[in-house]
């Protein structure tokens, strides 16, 4: 294997790869990055056995050959380099990185011992707009669990019925649902647990995306086809739990306050709630909500309000903080709305109006004080 | 005192291994009684009758405890028995032993000190101690009627001081410090209490006093029964040189063991091992132990309104007839994590790791745990867990003789509960009808309601 590249290059598609290196892996090689040269492209990949990345650049191949690398010292060294042409050469087991001056070697492992990938078949591949993708993934994917006892809470669910393209997530205490119409993604109507690491870097990566990204959905992997780089993830294993059924259906209680009245409210009372629990409690009266908070362990206590819109009888009810406020960041309107059955039962937390082709709503369980 | 209620055929609540042993050293006693009146008094006069100090200790004597914690342990002597004998008179004088009944299975809790001569001791076999003792007069435990004498004896304790540590139903740690100086010295003041614990109850109790709960234990229980030991600060090494080893709070028969076969048998010696090779020998634990034996320990006494620091929660239970049925097994598994899920919620915990142990009948004893990923507080989550370490690791088909659960790893909820969209499956709802079984037996007692497969141990 040999080949030239600029530095730049080979530095931005290094570093492409290099976030799905595992820190600590049983499995050595997967430390490493793995270097093909072909035809006229260079080749880097990357696994955790999850999650497993795929990046291309055009580059100047003088041989073709394989060979792997400890991923965080090439990365390392190629981002100290200096500028210019940096030539890649493979000699036994050892690379040897030359620039206009240096040269430096570094031992790796054999290519045959690296995890093999799937062939992917791009036939059923679906066209998506990216903003679109990454505005579903991130109003959803703070909602998912990080409980391991619920393995299928551990993934945002993609669901695409009719156009109508589906993702939700939920830890059992909070919930968020997004729904995207004039969609057509094949082979998910019955719906997929897709893990979050793959999104969450999908999201970081998009800044230089294309404008459309592929999907494809193929035993039990989801590919995303960003062009030069392709990302393919395990799917979870189901049942997604019965969502449609714990989204209450009607109301008795509606308020509408400002959205960011609210935020800062929530911020400074929950300064002085239990540091574990996060509790407050919120009165919903006819012209204000109350906020208050109770931190026996440093003696504080905190009670503040603001105005608001409010149709019900007087609602006494207390929340985590912590998940009003990652729900509120996400409610996109001036407005909020809440809307209530009863102070045991889920909350609905939406924004006033959605986007075209767009609709979205989060769900919040209160935190029940014991008596 | 209230935290552990003692139940029915023999069941101690005590957390897994902390059966400190004490009443060692007993020679030593007086050795360290007689140098300390020697030169506490200075006049070198004869030690005073056993179990008590003289009262008025000269000023200077009192003062020296000025500026030093004061950490008083008391311990009831031969509680239950004792408890028992007040209560029905025709019961003094004689060998009462309290716990499970000769004719079945079960262990001695507590017997009186007239059974003790015959060597009946506690957590023997009732069918050993019905062999020493064949006039003994066996009854089973009364966990209600002890535990209303431990309040008793907490409330009257208050009275003396604020900071008051109950540590188990018949054991509690009292901070006197700043406070005896109005009884004249520390002895005097635990005297007092003595006194008042005595008039009220009609119970001795040994006391210890030491400048922090390691000293104050260990010297409490030098002096059995009605005693006083008093360890003065700078007394420490001098009363920790040549006690056995097995007498530190917290060495059992297994540390004691292995301290021996590297040539330590006294806390003297352990003070002046190397620390690196504790370390080696028992991790963490053996640094510990290193400060115990050099006379450092927790001085920190909590409260009675406080919540105490617990640990783990546990409980255990000699089976009445040894046995290898599943079902007999699952009914006393389900009982004690019934137990333990209640007594863990009382105290506003959950828990993330539950410990299985269990016993065969030639008391080969494993104690196999597992931590969880998320925290549990409903008794069905509990009795899980134990189900599976039992299947997991229950390896012969002969029959078991005593099951214990316990849980650890624990979180305060600080009693907010927070609601599940998914409530019809899984621990949520699980916990919801504990805490609904939890409110009906404070009303209508723990007898109240059970599960269906807890009445069914016996069959």
Known sequence: MKFTISKDKLNSLVQKVLNIVPVRSTLPVLSNILLEADKDKVKMRATDLDVAITSELEADIKNKGSLTVPGRMFADLIRELPEGDVVITGVDKRIEVKSERGLYKIAGISADEFPRFPKIDFTDEVKIDTDVIKGMISKSIFAVSRDETRPALNGILWKCEEGLLTMVATNGHILAKVEQSGLDVKGIEKGVIVPPKALEYFSKLSVDAPDEIGLVFAADNLVLNLDNTILTTRLIDGPYPNFEQVIPKEHSKRAVFDKDEFLALVRRVSILSNNITHQIKLVFGAESIEAMATNYDIGGEGRDEIAMDYQGEELEIGYNANYLLEIMKHVETDQAVMEFTTGTAAAVIDSISHPENQDYCFLIMPLRLAE | ?459
């Open chain 2, 1 to 459: 005192m209230l935290q552990n209620n003692a139940g029915a055929n023999g069941v101690k609540s005590r957390h897994f291994g902390t059966n400190g042993s004490f009443g060692k050293g007993r020679q030593l006693t007086h050795v360290i009684q007689r140098e300390h009146s020697d030169k506490e008094t200075g006049e070198g006069i004869e030690p005073p009758p056993k179990r008590r100090l003289p009262r008025g200790v000269p000023d200077k004597v009192a003062a020296r405890w000025e500026g030093y914690k004061t950490i008083v342990h008391l311990d009831m002597d031969a509680f239950f028995a004792a408890v028992e004998q007040q209560h029905n008179p025709a019961l003094r004088n004689k060998p009462v032993i309290i716990g499970g009944l000769p004719g079945y299975r079960g262990v001695v809790s507590t017997c009186s000190y007239e059974a003790r001569v015959y060597g009946v001791k506690s957590g023997m076999p009732s069918a050993e101690a019905y062999r020493l003792c064949p006039h003994g007069i066996f009854m089973q435990t009364d966990g209600h009627k002890y535990t209303w004498v431990s309040v008793e004896i907490l409330s009257l304790l208050k009275q003396f001081s604020p900071t008051v540590e109950p540590f188990s139903i018949d054991e509690a740690f009292i901070d006197i410090s700043g406070i005896w100086q109005r009884y004249g010295s520390p002895a005097d003041m635990v005297n007092s209490i003595k006194d008042a614990i005595k008039g009220k109850t009609g119970l001795t109790c040994s006391a210890g006093i030491g400048p922090n709960k390691m000293i104050a234990k260990m010297s409490s229980g030098m002096d059995k029964p009605d005693g006083l030991t008093e360890v003065h600060p700078e007394r420490v090494p001098a009363f920790l040189e040549n006690l056995p080893v097995e007498a530190v709070w917290g060495i059992g028969k297994a540390t004691g063991k292995a301290l021996e076969k590297v040539g330590i048998d006294t806390v003297g010696e352990l003070a002046k091992t190397d620390r690196s090779l504790l370390k080696r020998l028992f991790g963490v634990a053996g640094l510990a132990l290193h400060e115990i034996a050099n006379g450092v320990g927790d001085t920190e006494v909590t409260p009675f309104y406080q919540k105490p620091n617990e640990k783990s929660i546990g409980h255990e239970t000699t089976l009445p007839k040894d046995t290898a049925s599943v079902e007999i097994l699952t009914a006393n598994l389900r009982m004690l994590s019934e137990r333990v899920g209640r007594r863990m919620r009382k105290s506003g915990f959950e828990a993330r790791r539950v410990t299985l142990k269990f016993r065969y009948a030639d008391f080969s004893t494993f104690t196999r745990a597992k931590t969880l990923s998320g925290y549990i507080r409903s008794d069905t989550a509990i009795f899980h867990q134990a189900m599976r370490l039992l299947k997991e690791n229950k390896q012969r088909t002969d029959s078991i003789r005593l099951v214990g659960i316990s849980v650890s790893k624990l979180r305060d909820t600080y009693n907010s509960f927070q609601e599940d969209l998914f409530r019809s499956s899984g621990e949520s709802k699980l916990s919801c009808i504990c805490e609904t079984m939890d409110k009906i037996k404070d009303s209508y007692g723990d007898n109240a309601i059970t599960y269906l497969s807890t009445m069914t141990r016996y069959v």
